[in-house]
């Protein structure tokens, strides 16, 4: 987890080497923060709650708008197509509006994305977490992800 200062030279150090294609974000509170240090990722991926706790739908112009179902504990393959495919769109910027709760769908998202990426998300009361994705990080996702893997479709 990252300091409030960490977290603000983490900010200017992706604005210095223009990284927002490497990002991904999970949530809604770490995407306003985002989004407030005019830095944009590749793909968003928010339910439109902070802490169970209803929060305006995040606006930016210039993103693919996606839903997708995804209910609180579990991963559907709905939700994990929509990444997959999220994630093809290499110059197309998404948003994936989940119906039901985001914060398990951080165990695909590294599965997916390419190495070298970095994946962003809030812990509650502690802070963001920056995931820079590798090889062996997304081997022990795989298995996370079985795990909670409900074979029912979500889109």
């Known amino acids: ?7 603000n030279s983490f900010f200017d150090f992706i604005k210095e080497n223009n990284i927002e294609n490497e990002l991904i974000s999970v949530g809604d509170a770490t995407t306003k923060k985002l989004l407030e240090n005019k830095i944009y990722p590749r793909l968003i991926i928010i339910d439109g709650q902070i802490e169970r706790k209803e929060t305006s739908i995040i606006e930016v112009n210039d993103y693919k708008i996606v839903d997708a179902i995804n209910p609180p504990g579990e991963i559907t393959l709905g939700a994990c197509q929509k990444i997959r495919d999220a994630l093809k769109l290499d110059s197309i910027k998404t948003i994936i509006k989940i119906d039901g ?50 074979k029912k479709n979500g889109d």
């Open 1 to 7: 987890m990252k300091t409030d200062s960490e977290i």
């Open 101 to 150: 709760e985001e914060d398990l769908l951080v165990l695909p998202v590294v599965f997916e994305v390419s190495t070298n990426s970095k994946v962003l998300y809030g812990q509650p009361k502690e802070g963001l977490v920056v995931v820079s994705v590798t090889e062996e990080r997304k081997q022990f996702v795989k298995k996370l992800v079985e795990k909670y893997l409900v």
